[in-house]
């Protein structure tokens, strides 16, 4: 926690000083907390993702046996092969994307478009709503399931994805529409105002500048949506009984046997084939938001 | 060896299979003329509702419709449905007041007693009037039937294990330090700190799961007060907070205060205890039959199977309990809905009553409370030590919380890491669990 | 200028579907649920009207109050850490590191994408005593402390779960905060430094208060999830030792899945809004006399 403390230090050396005779000299001295501070950071980050992947070569009693930083013995892939073969983790796979991809859609759809509407247009009882949106962020998420499998049965639609995807937007809506209005209110409004001079509208002004400006914003929101609905367990248990229907969190279940113990091997194998394949959807949108943030520095 | 294995089990199955066909054709004509054995309507498929964490069950069930009951199969064809084991209780009481029970499902212990939600709305099958009528009720072993009934307190669930606990031993470790199994606690006791002093975890302990330890406080109970002693308890005859009751935590925390459990016991979890008694650093574990699967398993069991023993919890000297009581429990309740029970449910009860006992055993060394209707041969060798020992049981006792509801129980679980650590005395540990007893009546 | 952003079909579109998925999927079951305050049973043995008895039974019950303390403290001490080590980090992205934070940026914020199961099996392990010993103890022993039992005591175990919390949520709310900072223009920031305001000066006065909205907002949001902290806790040590780490949702969720009581659940769930209501408005009401001072 300490090493976190002294972050503040390199804001404070890193500024223009003017008086110093060799500059570059001094500029490599000032890098160097910072470069110690980002090597501290990423080992705390990083090692402990490390230390899983080694886990997920290692045998169950290598595992519990070995000191807890060794390496494995071999390099063998039965751990992957286990965690492959034991249920159904392609259609476990399948399963989450096709109730991710469309719920994160819909947030974020729905959430930037709300997030407009109540800090961008002006209208007698936005505070009201934003509160009212406000307020689905406090119940805990739990009080509703029951509701809304009564409903969901009802309707007769549990026998599919949909319950899932239907939970999840509107589990993940008031946290997007809520932080989006945040980032619409610390865009100047005089950017709204200028674009709708020649006449153009409200809605068309959403599409050409509301849009266009929340390109980083979009794209946090996505990204921190999709992990929330990818590692969510407790929907997908709440509305699935089908094992083929069962997402990849749930699937994770079966490296638990009924008497509490865990199979750590295959477990970790399933974890750090989950850990690559998100690594994959981050680095993709991360370029995305770094493209989206040059696009940005027109705004001015 | 493991192909060879599943090779002579391939050609096995296939026999069975073979014999089965024909006897389930017989079978399900005269079933038909007895259609009155059914109280309710056949639905479209014997879907059955198993714990995500026990996929043996599943894979079982699954082999034998496509063995064994594959003419039941065509008839009525099986669809699994999984839970998770923590999601249980809510998961069926959501589908019971949907009416949409599976035909076949897990349940959560309490749920299933005639006073229970599903027992007191009519939604549990009793397995004994149906077996009965079915001619089958002989495959189900007396002392498994038994255990069922005094646990869900009429015969609700299949008994697709029959788990039997005991205290693992290290027969190595025991020879070494010349030790034999103890009888009374207070030998054991003395024989533990002998392990102790030679260097090994005297019990290897799984106390991030609590039960592993309530269960010894359970046990002490009754050896000490004899086998009725927690239902006296349940009927408020006799209080947890009695000198006796108290007796068996205080004992229990001695334990832990000598350090028999182990360094760090407390958050020690399953797998890691497990290891730690099959790789020879503790001597002893207290642990049901199902410990089986981890010691046929070779490349977990490092100290050899012909090394592991099973001892019986010992006597507490003037105790009105009996050493061969065993503890023994059939698993999570697999109850039936009435409202699905037709004329083809009752053919796959049938075959499943007929068939599952010799198939666990084969195909995965599980002992279930089904009879062996088939010699099996090629069984290992700690799982036909079990099986004798299962055979030759007299009478079986309960567990600690086994008679209590959801909220005592986990009550009761989550107050021990607190009692052995002596963050909480014996008195009040007991005397928390029986306000928790009294405010469920 | 105000009747372009006052029109109505505008916002009839842009908000429509957002309500109406939110009214009728969200508030209509939390009302029906909040309504079951009032009742005792489940939805399988039926529900029986108790008036306030479910209150006054909340008041008096002892894990109940418990799991409060133990939700107000985690909250606390989580959002306090988290969002000064997400602001710390996010100041470090935009001023120092710059353009070449991307990769920084990415790896810390992946832990938050891992399942919170593994995340505490990972922690279970650096502070493991005994035959296999965790790295935290090595240490300890290293500079000639005895082993530390952490999952065994309360305290324990609770800077265990905040540990664990900083670890997988700081990365989250630096880039949250981060996409805020990058809001404010570079034009700002260099005008304020030729007035010679730098270093700590120029975040106090400058940075802090114009990232003041997207700052609250991740306060609000911190708190409010940490409030409602449930799966951490419970795959860590399972609300323990005994149930004095188990938070108000993990105690709801116990009384109202595993002991069906469906109606007191609702009466847990109800004073847990409502404490979340109470945060919520007193940073509100904190935040907006500062801007006012």
């Given at each position: 926690m300490t090493t976190m403390k002294t972050m503040a230090e390199p804001i404070l050396t890193s500024t223009p000083s003017g008086r110093a005779r060799s500059r570059r000299a001094l500029r490599i001295v000032r890098r160097i907390p910072v470069w110690i501070i980002v090597a501290v950071l990423l080992i705390v980050v990083l090692y402990p993702q490390f230390w899983m992947i080694m886990g997920s070569f290692k045998t169950q009693t290598e595992f519990l046996s070995n000191p807890t930083w060794s390496l494995p013995q071999h390099w063998d892939l039965s751990n992957y092969i286990d965690a492959l073969t034991r249920g159904n983790v392609a259609v476990n796979y399948r399963n989450s994307i096709l109730v991710t991809i469309p719920a994160v859609c819909l947030i974020v759809l729905f959430g930037v478009a709300a997030g407009y509407a109540l800090e961008v247009m002006i209208w007698r009882g936005r505070n009201s709503v934003l509160l009212l949106i406000l307020a689905g962020i406090m119940v805990?998420?739990?009080?509703?399931l029951v509701p809304l499998f009564t409903f969901y049965f009802k309707i007769g639609i549990t026998d599919s994805l949909w319950p899932m995807i239907i939970t999840y937007t509107v589990d993940g809506l008031p946290l997007a529409t809520f932080l989006m209005a945040a980032y619409f209110r610390s865009v100047p409004r005089e950017v709204f105002e200028a674009s709708t001079m020649d006449g153009a509208g409200a809605l068309r002004s959403f599409f050409t500048i509301g849009l266009p400006l929340m390109r980083n914003a979009i794209l946090t929101i996505a990204l921190v949506e999709f992990f929330s609905v990818w590692n969510d367990l407790l929907v997908a248990l709440t509305f699935t009984t089908d094992p083929s229907l069962a997402t990849i969190q749930v699937g994770l279940l079966s490296l638990n046997d009924q008497y509490g113990s865990t199979q750590y091997g295959p477990l970790f194998a399933a974890v750090s084939i989950n850990i690559v394949a998100l690594l994959i959807v981050f680095v993709f949108l991360n370029k995305k938001i770094m493209s989206g943030l040059a696009a940005g520095s027109l705004k001015g | 060896m493991i192909t060879r294995r599943s090779r002579r089990t391939l050609v096995a199955v296939s026999l069975a299979a073979v014999t089965a066909v024909t006897l389930a054709a017989c079978s399900s004509g005269s079933g038909a003329s007895s259609g009155n054995a059914a109280s309710g309507k056949d639905p479209k498929a014997f879907t059955v509702l198993t714990a995500n964490e026990n996929p043996t069950l599943t894979a079982e069930l699954k082999e034998l419709a496509s063995g064994a009951c594959s003419a039941e199969n065509k008839a009525l064809p099986l669809k699994s449905q999984t839970v998770a084991q923590a999601d249980v209780v809510q998961k069926v009481t959501l589908l019971a007041s949907q009416n949409a029970l599976p035909v076949h499902f897990i349940a959560g212990t309490a749920m299933v007693t005639p006073s229970g939600d599903l027992g007191k709305n009519g939604l549990v099958l009793n397995y004994e009037k149906e077996l009965k009528k079915l001619g089958v009720w002989d495959d189900i072993l007396p002392g498994a039937a038994s255990t069922v009934t005094s646990v869900y307190g009429q015969m609700v669930s299949l008994p697709y294990q029959y788990n039997i606990e005991g205290i693992w031993f290290n027969k190595k470790i025991f020879d070494k330090l010349g030790l034999s199994e103890p009888t009374t606690f207070d030998e054991l006791m003395a024989d533990a700190g002998k392990i102790k002093d030679a260097g090994y975890t005297p019990f290897a302990t799984d106390g991030k799961d609590a039960w592993p330890v309530t269960r010894l406080i359970g046990d002490y109970i009754f050896r000490s007060m004899g086998p009725d002693a927690m239902k006296d308890v349940q009927d408020g005859k006799a209080k947890l907070t009695d000198a006796k009751y108290v007796k068996a935590a205080a004992a229990v925390q001695q334990m832990a205060q000598d350090g028999y459990f182990g360094q760090g016991f407390v958050s020690t979890d399953a797998a890691t205890a497990t290891n730690a008694f099959l790789t020879g650093k503790a001597a002893m574990m207290y642990d049901g039959s199902w410990l089986l699967s981890n010691i046929n398993d070779k490349s977990q069991d490092i100290i050899g199977s012909d090394n592991v023993g099973l001892m019986p919890f010992p006597a507490v000297a003037g105790g009105k309990g009996s050493i061969d009581q065993w503890p023994a429990n059939a698993g999570a309740a697999m109850a039936m809905n009435p409202k699905d029970y037709g004329p083809k449910v009752g053919q796959w009860l049938k075959c499943i009553a007929n068939n599952y006992g010799a198939l666990a055993l084969k195909k995965d060394g599980v002992v279930s409370g089904?009879?062996?209707?088939k010699t099996v041969t090629n069984v290992d060798g700690p799982t036909k030590m079990v099986q004798k020992k299962v055979s030759d049981i007299k009478q079986t006792v309960l567990w600690f919380e086994a008679l209590m509801d959801a909220k005592s129980t986990s009550l009761a679980q989550s107050n021990v890491s607190l009692l052995t650590t002596g963050q909480m005395t014996p008195k009040t540990y007991m005397s928390q669990l029986q306000a928790g007893i009294d405010a469920n009546k | 200028m105000k009747r372009v952003f006052g029109d109505r079909k505008t916002i009839l579109i842009l908000l429509g579907p957002t309500l109406v998925i939110y009214v009728l999927l969200k508030i209509v079951p939390v009302m029906w649920s909040l309504g079951l305050s009032f009742f005792d049973g489940n939805s399988l043995s039926g529900f029986t009207f108790t008036g306030f008895a479910n209150f006054g039974r909340f008041f008096t019950d002892p894990i109940a109050i418990q799991s409060l303390w133990v939700s107000i403290i985690f909250a606390l001490l989580a959002t306090g850490g988290q969002i000064i080590l997400g602001y710390l980090l996010a100041l470090l992205y935009v001023f120092v590191l710059r353009k070449g934070s991307a990769f920084i940026r990415t790896a810390v914020f992946f832990p938050m994408v891992l399942p919170t199961v593994a995340v505490a099996l990972l922690f279970r392990n650096l502070v493991s005593v005994g035959q296999n010993q965790g790295p935290i103890n090595d240490i300890i022993n290293l500079f000639g402390g005895k082993s530390v039992e952490f999952l065994a005591s309360s305290v324990g175990t609770m800077a265990v779960a905040l540990v664990m919390t900083y670890w997988s949520s700081m990365g989250f709310y630096a880039v949250l905060l981060y996409t805020g900072l990058l809001d404010i223009p570079d034009e700002v920031i260099e005008s304020a430094r030729l007035d010679g305001a730098n270093g700590l000066r120029l975040v106090r006065h400058i940075v802090v208060p114009l990232s003041m909205p997207i700052l609250i907002s991740s306060i609000i949001f911190s708190f409010n999830s940490t409030l409602k902290v449930f799966d951490s806790l419970l795959a860590l040590n399972n609300g323990g030792p005994g149930t004095s780490t188990t938070p108000l949702t993990l105690y709801m969720f116990q009384t109202a899945f595993n002991y069906s009581d469906y109606g007191y659940a609702s009466t847990i769930a109800l004073m847990l809004t409502i404490l979340c209501l109470l945060f919520t408005l007193a940073i509100f009401r904190s935040s907006s006399r500062k801007a006012e001072a």
């Open positions: 805990p998420g739990q009080m509703i | 089904f009879k062996i209707n | -």
